[in-house]
C-alpha cells in the first residue's frame, strides 16, 4: 500500500466531516434508522429505502409506525420506550427477526439489531437499527419445516 501515491492519509479529524459520514452511511449494505428518543426518524440511509421502499424524505420528522405492523407497535413502543428511559437494551447485540411493513403493503421479515446512543455526557440521544431482509430466508426455512412435518 505505500506505493499508492493517490492515497491520503487517514486522520481521525475525517470522523468531523459530514459529508463524509453522509456517505459511509450511504453506503452500508444494511438499512440504518435512527430515531431521536421520541421516536422520531432523524436518520434513513440508502438501504433503508431500497428495503422499505418509502425515501428519506417521507421518513425523516416522521414516527418508526411507518416499518412496524400495527399489531408489533404496542410491544415496539415499550421496549423503545424502556431503552430511552433506562439507556440499554433488554435485547443486548442479539439479531432479532421480527415483521415489518414495505411501502407497497408488503409485510417483510427483517433481521434486526440495535443500539442506543449516547451524548458524551451519557445522555440518551436516539436508538439506531441496523435491519436487513430476512423474507426469502424465513420463507425458505418455514417450507423446509413444512416438509419436515410431511415427511
Not at 416522521?62 to 433488554?90: C, K, S, Y
Not at 445522555?123 to 430476512?134: H, K, T
Request: proline letters at 5%; charged letters at 25%; hydrophobic letters at 45%.
Amino acid at each position: 500500500m505505500a506505493d499508492c501515491p493517490a492515497m491520503t492519509p487517514w486522520s481521525d479529524a475525517n470522523l468531523d466531516d459530514a459529508a463524509l459520514l453522509r456517505s459511509a452511511l450511504d453506503g452500508l449494505p444494511d438499512a440504518l434508522v435512527i430515531a431521536d428518543p421520541s421516536g422520531v426518524i432523524r436518520l434513513w440511509n440508502a438501504a433503508a429505502e431500497r428495503l422499505f421502499g418509502f425515501t428519506r424524505e417521507e421518513c425523516v420528522g416522521r414516527g418508526l409506525e411507518l416499518m412496524i405492523p400495527e399489531r408489533f407497535r404496542p410491544a415496539h413502543d415499550a421496549g423503545f420506550a424502556r431503552a430511552v428511559g433506562t439507556g440499554t437494551l433488554r435485547t443486548g447485540t442479539r439479531i432479532l427477526r421480527t415483521r415489518a411493513n414495505h411501502k407497497d403493503g408488503r409485510r417483510l421479515y427483517v433481521d434486526f439489531t440495535f443500539a442506543v446512543l449516547k451524548a458524551p455526557d451519557g445522555r440518551v440521544i436516539g436508538v439506531q437499527a441496523l435491519a436487513r431482509d430476512a423474507t426469502e430466508a424465513h420463507l425458505r426455512q418455514q417450507a423446509a419445516a413444512t416438509e419436515g412435518k410431511q415427511a
